[in-house]
């Protein structure tokens, strides 16, 4: 065990004078549910995008799924998948369309993508709606589906930005067994929230603080070294410490 | 009387009937909370309250004057902020205020004491084109420009969606500052845990309300002993109380699992021999208290049976 899938060693982004991602350094193990929290603008999307070949970095030095995010951006990408909770599926296309879609991008043969397509209808139990548009389905029916759409080409790593974000509280904890499932069969899972029962949920939590990472650890080391009973407790002590000081 | 009245409400798009005949009254100088996830209704009912959308049925009275025909009138009084953010990003931060503040006839001078609190924040950055802010400015500015008139009701629309926690924190404590003016407050949030936040909240899924009353009472709603569960590996002890004869409902609830049983007296020692019996390590039962999420989870199983 213990294979590093993300090794990140003194990563830096600057916009002009602005330091976004500020030399961050961590690691992250096969199979591990990793947390990556943060402020609004802390800096997190800009690290993601680095992670996921979508961005250079200024310096320092990313390996994801085994490649080098500066020099080998598009194998990267034929490796991980990503899902993002602003854009996920095609909401005009149909349910069978929008499988069939990410299939042909991630390289999948036809035959590949028709027996992807029935298994992912099966499991989620989607056959009744395979023709029916994306847009006409309830947002927990479709992150369920982007979900499953983003492990298609079987990857090594699953990068997911705020997969749940006003997904109702039954289909938030039915996302989170998918990926218990996913985690269970050996693919990385990083994953970004902001709610903190969620952090509790991740084998490992790195909190970003103004282009820093401040913290890391799992949920009950950070509640040791923080003396908090919750992570939102040890989330507003990180995140505003100077009220810490003043009460 | 009441601040907002609504009666029978309901508005249709097409085949799907985003609002389904709501009824329910907020007083004067509330903190009023629509709780519920996406898709639940929550912005078709604000922008009907804000005399934006007119309904299919029944009908909205805010300050005793109707959404729809008396609009104009309304408008007056109503401060609305949106969901998604709607001032003109080309514009600088001054000149989006002055702008509302001219709609309503009014100068950011004469109302200057009602937003003072949140502008004062972003005062610095007043050359500053919307579009460049920051989200939290954004939201500070947003707020500044439906408060601009000195409005009785503010409609504030998922105001604290896609927001770190530690700024809804803010943004909350905000809120009871406004309300201690007087002001009446309807906001809506798919976050359950801002329910304890307001003075009484309703829960909505679907297009209907499954329940309104003061937040501690509508955690109450939830019937059933609620037990934390604790062990490792956590996702296989979900599995294996799925599984376990008695069990009425298993969720990750942060730290713990929340566990429901069917039966009215649970031995707690029965639950951890089996927890046990498999080989799970540190495992720990006790009874809990019940929240917010708990109770939303259960009406949605009532509704959906």
């Known amino acids: ?247 | 009387m009441a601040m907002i009245s609504v009666r029978n409400l309901t508005r249709t798009f097409g085949e799907i009937v985003a609002v389904n005949n709501l009824n329910f009254e907020i007083e004067k100088g509330e903190l009023f909370g629509f709780i519920g996830p996406d898709g639940a209704g929550k912005t078709t009912l604000f922008r009907i309250l804000a005399t934006l959308l007119i309904p299919d049925e029944g009908e909205a009275r805010v300050m005793d004057l109707d959404t729809v025909k008396d609009y104009k009138k309304l408008r007056q009084n109503l401060g609305y902020m949106p969901g998604k953010f709607s001032l003109y990003s080309d514009l600088s931060v001054e000149e989006n205020l002055n702008f509302f503040a001219s709609i309503f006839g009014s100068t950011i001078e004469e109302n200057y004491d009602t937003i003072k609190d949140i502008y004062e924040a972003i005062e610095p950055f007043k050359k500053r084109r919307a579009g460049k802010l920051s989200g939290g400015m954004k939201q500070k500015l947003a707020l500044s420009c439906a408060l601009i008139h000195s409005p009785d009701v503010l409609l504030l629309d998922e105001p604290t969606t896609g927001v770190d926690a530690v700024s809804r924190r803010e943004f909350w404590d905000t809120l009871n500052r406004l309300k201690s003016k007087g002001l009446t407050i309807v906001v809506s949030t798919p976050y359950m845990d801002e329910a304890n936040r307001c003075d009484r909240v309703a829960l909505m899924q679907k297009g209907s309300i499954m329940g309104i009353d003061t937040p501690e009472n509508v955690t109450e709603m939830k019937q059933k002993t609620v037990f934390g569960v604790k062990g490792t590996p956590r996702y296989q002890v979900i599995k294996a109380l799925r599984d376990y004869p008695q069990v009425d409902s298993v969720y990750a609830f942060g730290e713990y699992l929340h566990y429901t049983d069917k039966r009215e007296d649970v031995d707690i020692q029965e639950i951890r021999m089996f927890l046990l019996d498999q080989g799970f390590k540190g495992v720990e039962v006790k009874a809990v208290n019940p929240t917010i999420e708990d109770a939303f989870m259960a009406l949605m199983e009532q509704h959906d049976e």
Not at chain 1, 117 to 138: A, C, F, K, T, Y
Not at chain 1, 171 to 178: D, E, P, V, Y
Not at chain 1, 179 to 188: M, P, R
Not at chain 1, 238 to 244: A, D, G, N, T
């Open chain 1, 1 to 247: 065990m213990n294979e590093k899938v993300i090794q990140v060693k003194e990563l830096t982004r600057m916009f002009g004078d602005f330091t976004a991602v500020d030399h961050i350094t961590f690691e992250v193990e096969k199979g591990e549910i990793f947390g990556f929290l943060g402020a609004n603008g802390a800096g997190k999307t800009t690290a993601m995008k680095m992670l996921t070949g979508l961005l250079s970095p200024t310096s320092g030095e990313a390996n994801v799924a085994g490649f080098n995010v500066y020099k080998e951006p598009e194998k990267l990408k034929k490796n991980i998948g990503y899902m993002s909770q602003k854009f996920a599926l095609y909401d005009d296309l149909t349910v069978s369309e929008n499988i069939r879609f990410y299939g042909g991008i991630y390289g999948l043969s036809n035959k590949e993508i028709n027996q992807k397509r029935n298994e992912l209808l099966d499991e989620l139990d989607l056959q009744s709606v395979r023709d029916s548009r994306i847009g006409s389905l309830p947002l927990g029916w479709k992150q369920k589906l982007a979900f499953s759409v983003a492990l298609i080409h079987n990857p090594k790593i699953v990068f997911l930005d705020e997969p749940t974000s006003g997904v109702d509280p039954i289909t938030r904890r039915q996302f989170w067994n998918m990926i218990y499932e996913a985690s269970a069969n050996g693919i990385t899972v990083f994953v970004t929230t902001h709610y903190m029962d969620e952090a509790e949920y991740c084998d490992r939590i790195s909190i970003m603080v103004t282009g820093n990472i401040e913290a890391m650890g799992t949920p009950t080391e950070l509640k040791d070294q923080f003396k908090s009973d919750s992570m939102d407790d040890v989330f507003v002590k990180l995140v505003r410490p100077e009220q810490e000081d003043a009460s």
